[in-house]
């Protein structure tokens, strides 16, 4: 797999400590929005501030996050996120032990919730931003290739490859045109006719 950087892989225990819905929205807004306090995040996401403190220490205690001591000078305390994005090894998704297991599957489908919230957040505010933007944006564009698992390989390699090259060249925080974009990729097998009669 393509070198991403400032992406942690996940090891067992993190695994277990982040495989929780509202931990990994938390940790999604401050990637997204930048540093932020425990009110702050309640307000966002509908939360108590007390289940949003609570969690938000238990992300710092597995490292997901950090104090962000220059954001604030009263007594309420400002967290970040300590890197970019998550990695998950395959290898925890099919661990015997079956917390790890389960820790893994908990991940991976509030990932497919988290997407697909934001896929449906930009549809329904797509109007709130202009032509340009939306005449560039917005592709659900599908594929569907008959790949071995080494070819799904070099073509997942090759995605991050691609797309590490525009990180490396993005554009300034102050370019007025410039926005944060998401893009989803996602490979997976499908049944097919000749495969479900074998």
Known sequence: MAEQPDVRKLDARSLRGLAHPLRMELLNALRRHGPAT???????????????????????AHGFIKDAPEQGKGRERWWQAADKGITLDAELSQSTDPQVRGAAD???????????????????TRDRWSPRWTDHSTDL???TLRLT???AHELIDRLHELLNSYRASEAPEDDPEAEQVRLHTHLFPIESDRRSTQ
Not at 41 to 60: D, K, V, W
Not at 106 to 124: G, K, P
Request: glycine share 4%; net charge negative.
């Open 149 to 151: 698992p080494e070819q």
């Open 38 to 60: 425990a009110s702050m995040l309640a307000e966002r996401l509908g939360e108590s501030s007390g289940a949003t403190s609570y969690h938000l220490r238990q992300l710092a």
């Open 106 to 124: 908990l991940l991976l489908q509030e990932l497919v919730n988290q997407r697909n919230r934001e896929l449906a957040t930009w549809l329904a």
């Open 141 to 143: 564009s599908d594929w």
